[in-house]
């Protein structure tokens, strides 16, 4: 059920928004995506470009978007979350969205997220669900939020960890994450090295241990699959154990077993 925010809820305060844009041999999908971010209906935004040394045409599709947006050339791959970590340190906002250049952004993701975050000073990060596109643009689903994530109330730690015991990682849409500046700062860089691709998820988990997060119920982007993203190629073709439970298990043993429900736990070893 979608939720709609009263119009007193919302300010005339304008924060200034960091908008990061990681791209790794992105081009083939990377205008649709940088023309839908700065067709937001929230004005107030800084685009900034993270080329992570691109082999394919990156730097020709960027000089197409001079004086509109802000571009960073790598000099080596840093990987997907150390290129994102130097675009955090180099962003000026006060809020700053983590966006991908294979997505496309519906126009009022960035004003929706704003709204909800100056309403809730006490929110660190704000999420919306998404809808499901192929590599062509084509819509085949959309995305539905666990019964005790949905509302658009801030989400505790507890309830956080409870649902990623039960359902997976099935309602933090990275890619649509706004997060404030000074909330990066106090909890530390993503830790790549460590998590790989599962570091995104490491981070909100992290951040929602000392602030409440929440989830938008309106679908805020378009999120593409079946194109050969780094979550694909993960999944294909790692030889491995899925990173995703040794870092749960972390956060169990760190305490979250106090606040595991005996039947989030069965789901989890299940």
Same mark, same amino acid.
Request: proline share 6%; net charge negative; with cysteine.
């Given at each position: 059920?979608?939720?709609? =925010?009263?119009? *007193?809820? @919302?300010? $005339?305060?304008?924060?200034?928004? #960091?908008? /990061?844009?990681?791209?790794? &041999?992105?081009?083939?999908?990377?205008?649709?995506?940088?023309?839908?971010?700065?067709?937001?209906?929230?004005?107030?935004?800084?685009?900034?470009?993270?080329?992570?040394?691109?082999?394919?045409?990156?730097?020709?599709?960027? =000089?197409?978007? *001079?004086? @509109?947006? $802000?571009?960073?050339?790598?000099? #080596?791959? /840093?990987?997907?979350?150390? &290129?994102?970590?130097?675009?955090?340190?180099?962003?000026?906002?006060?809020?700053?969205?983590?966006?991908?250049?294979?997505?496309?952004?519906?126009?009022?993701?960035?004003?929706?997220?704003?709204?909800?975050?100056?309403?809730?000073?006490?929110? *660190?990060?704000?999420? $919306?669900?998404?809808?499901?596109?192929?590599?062509?643009?084509?819509?085949?689903?959309?995305?539905?939020?666990?019964?005790?994530?949905?509302?658009?109330?801030?989400?505790?730690?507890?309830?956080?960890?409870?649902?990623?015991?039960?359902?997976?990682?099935?309602?933090?849409?990275?890619?649509?994450?706004?997060?404030?500046? *000074?909330?990066?700062?106090?909890?530390?860089?993503?830790?790549?090295?460590?998590?790989?691709?599962?570091?995104?998820?490491?981070?909100?988990?992290?951040?929602?241990?000392?602030?409440?997060?929440?989830?938008?119920?309106?679908?805020?982007?378009?999120?593409?699959?079946?194109?050969?993203?780094?979550?694909?190629?993960?999944?294909?073709?790692?030889?491995?154990?899925?990173?995703?439970?040794?870092?749960?298990?972390?956060?169990?043993?760190?305490?979250?077993?106090?606040?595991?429900?005996?039947?989030?736990?069965?789901?989890?070893?299940?």
């Amino acid at each position: 059920m979608s939720v709609t =925010r009263a119009p *007193a809820e @919302r300010s $005339t305060r304008q924060p200034l928004v #960091s908008i /990061l844009v990681p791209c790794f &041999n992105g081009a083939a999908f990377l205008r649709e995506s940088l023309d839908s971010i700065l067709a937001q209906t929230y004005a107030n935004i800084e685009v900034i470009l993270l080329d992570d040394a691109s082999t394919d045409d990156t730097p020709e599709i960027a =000089r197409e978007y *001079a004086g @509109r947006i $802000t571009y960073v050339r790598q000099e #080596s791959n /840093l990987g997907q979350f150390g &290129n994102v970590n130097d675009g955090i340190r180099r962003a000026r906002g006060e809020l700053i969205a983590v966006w991908h250049a294979d997505d496309v952004y519906l126009p009022t993701i960035a004003r929706d997220e704003v709204e909800y975050l100056v309403a809730h000073p006490d929110v *660190a990060a704000v999420y $919306t669900t998404d809808l499901f596109i192929d590599a062509d643009g084509y819509e085949y689903g959309r995305m539905s939020l666990p019964r005790e994530i949905r509302g658009e109330r801030p989400l505790e730690y507890r309830t956080i960890l409870n649902a990623l015991l039960t359902y997976r990682n099935r309602f933090l849409v990275g890619p649509s994450a706004m997060v404030r500046a *000074a909330v990066y700062r106090e909890v530390g860089e993503y830790c790549e090295p460590k998590y790989r691709i599962a570091s995104d998820l490491e981070m909100w988990m992290r951040i929602s241990r000392r602030h409440p997060i929440a989830v938008l119920e309106a679908p805020g982007m378009k999120y593409r699959h079946f194109h050969g993203n780094a979550s694909q190629h993960y999944q294909r073709l790692r030889t491995d154990p899925d990173v995703y439970f040794p870092l749960i298990d972390e956060y169990l043993d760190a305490g979250g077993r106090a606040i595991a429900t005996p039947g989030a736990l069965r789901g989890h070893e299940a």
